[in-house]
């Protein structure tokens, strides 16, 4: 075997850490038992790959030469530990034994070991923001400086999150398990909470100025078609659907100056049909294997919007009629809120405001803006500007994002 | 391995209950704690009374009493159960059939610290003096 180009071999290992280190890790966490020995173990691996590779050539299976060497790296230091402490000892000796011969591992074991992994790291015992960080750090492999810049905090801050988040791990032994039948629609709703509220934190900010980070968008995406390949449950596929039809929108919903446009104002010519079909595709699959639930629904529900070519042919009755199952499924003053939009143009502007009212007057969703902004426009469409400038003063108060404030801003002075 | 799960209460909703009443959920406790122990997952269980805590500190170098507890909640501490479980995701399932749940208590269950390498140290150290 010629000796590579030391350029060759690097493009090579840098093919194989993109592709391949996330598979990589969450077989080594399941040998190791350890978040933290099996990264090293991972860092070791590859560099090792390096050095190697050039001499020996590109093995047939980088993936399993990685684990294996990963392994090895892991077993030498402990052995490395155990020789001031001979407690360690023991732990190497349960490592050791078939450590040296390439293991053949099969690719449904590996498969396994991402999804225990995510199930890990979304684990309802971490705290919810953990759970995020902690699944785009092992998971999605990204930085920790590329998380604490998303989400706007201090890489120290973050950093800790997910050191204590691993302490709780290893602590208090949360099994490496992709949990049984029965826990599992409890467990799933969590792992799919952590995607999508990835999702959101891209498409809409929760703080600051811009309102779309697309690369946590794409990143959740990315994460939805993982865990649809390893785990097709319809709720699973639903909210790849849902995120993917609303990522369809994504040119389309803000101004080239960052203003916010409502779905009726957009210019659906900029919608991204190759993601509407994939995601109607989907919604079909996931409506009919039954079990579907919130994401599912809402994802038909922006499908019935994806098939209407101009706002004012959208098919309101099917809109209605699936917020009407989403209400059974969900039932929550959000769900209202937009089940009271959709009838409003269905029937008309009394209709959904005697529906809004009926929220509010319960005292439910009384500091959400867009409850007072929806408010505000069945108002103007009735033809009262006094009472929706009324309202929309109302929501001007209570929204905190700098586009939705603008928005607000535009919808008062066009209501002079 | 060990858990220590400790055990809140509301105790004005106990006093809404009859006698018969607040036995019944006695006697349901009690029969789930003896299915644990029967299987080897209860190691032992202590109840305390929420209204009589006295808590002890060191205060300007002289050890300082004052009535209890340390920490106020509307739940108040009722039980501590040491439990044996192989993980976690055991000790939750176990935990979330006990009768108490359902009737309105609270678990926190924390893994217990394994002291064996702080006790081989230290007794070293100790060793070493003498």
């Known amino acids: 075997m010629g000796e590579l180009a030391a350029e060759q071999v690097q493009e090579k290992v840098d093919a194989v850490y993109r592709s391949e280190s996330r598979r990589i890790l969450a077989t080594l966490i399941r040998l190791l038992g350890d978040f933290e020995l099996a990264e090293d173990a991972l860092h070791d691996a590859f560099r090792a790959a390096l050095e190697q590779w050039s001499k020996e050539g590109v093995p047939a299976n980088p993936r399993a030469w990685l684990i294996t060497a990963g392994r090895f790296k892991a077993i030498e230091a402990i052995r490395r530990r155990a020789r001031f402490d001979a407690s360690q000892a023991t732990i190497a000796e349960q490592f050791g034994g078939e450590a040296r011969e390439v293991a053949n591992f099969d690719s449904d074991s590996i498969e396994d070991d991402r999804l225990r992994l995510i199930f890990t790291c979304c684990h309802p015992a971490l705290a919810p923001e953990a759970r995020v960080a902690l699944t785009l750090r092992e998971v999605c492999g990204l930085t920790t400086e590329e998380i604490a810049h998303a989400f706007l905090t201090a890489p120290s801050a973050l950093a800790k999150r997910i050191v204590r988040a691993k302490a709780k791990i290893r602590d208090a032994r949360i099994p490496y398990q992709v949990p049984s039948a029965d826990e599992l629609p409890d467990r799933l709703d969590a792992v799919l909470q952590v995607i999508y509220l990835v999702f959101n934190e891209g498409y809409s900010a929760s703080s600051g100025e811009s309102v779309t980070r697309s690369d946590l968008s794409g990143e959740a995406v990315r994460l939805g078609r993982l865990l649809a390949e390893l785990l097709p449950e319809p709720e699973v596929i639903g909210l790849l659907a849902l995120m993917l039809l609303q990522e369809s929108r994504r040119v389309a919903r803000t101004s080239p100056t960052g203003e916010l446009i409502l779905l009726e104002d957009q210019d659906r010519a900029l919608w991204n049909r190759d993601q509407i079909a994939e995601g109607k595709g989907l919604v079909k699959k996931a409506l009919s294997l039954r079990r579907f639930g919130a994401y599912t629904l809402q994802a038909a529900i922006a499908a019935v919007h994806a098939d209407a070519s101009e706002a004012a042919a959208t098919n309101w009755a099917r809109v209605v009629s699936f917020y009407d199952v989403l209400f059974q499924v969900h039932p929550s003053p959000v769900v209202e809120l937009n089940r009271a939009a959709a009838l409003a143009m269905r029937d008309g502007p009394d209709a959904g405001l005697a529906l809004i009212d009926a929220i509010l007057a319960r005292g439910d969703l009384l500091d959400y803006h867009w409850a007072h902004s929806a408010r505000a426009d069945l108002w103007r469409r009735k033809g009262n500007p006094e009472k929706a400038r009324a309202s929309y003063e109302m929501a001007l108060t209570l929204a905190r994002h700098g586009a939705e404030k603008r928005f607000i801003e535009r919808q008062l002075a066009e209501l002079d | ?130």
Request: aromatic letters at 8%; glycine letters at 8%.
């Open chain 2, 1 to 130: 391995m060990k858990y220590i799960c400790l055990g809140y209460y509301d105790e004005t909703q106990w006093a809404t209950m009859s006698e018969s009443e607040s036995n019944a959920v006695i006697d349901e406790c009690f029969t789930y704690e003896d299915i644990l122990r029967k299987n080897g997952h209860f190691a032992s269980v202590e109840v305390c009374n929420p209204r009589n805590a006295t808590t002890i500190r060191s205060r300007n170098g002289q050890v300082s009493i004052t009535d209890g507890p340390y920490t106020e909640t509307k739940e108040q501490l009722g039980a501590v159960l040491i439990l044996e479980a192989t993980d976690l995701n055991h000790a939750v399932q176990l935990m979330a059939k006990h009768p108490g749940v359902k009737y309105g208590s609270i678990f926190d269950i924390r893994p217990a610290g394994d002291m064996t390498e702080m006790i081989r140290e230290s007794e070293q150290r100790r060793g070493g003096q003498s």
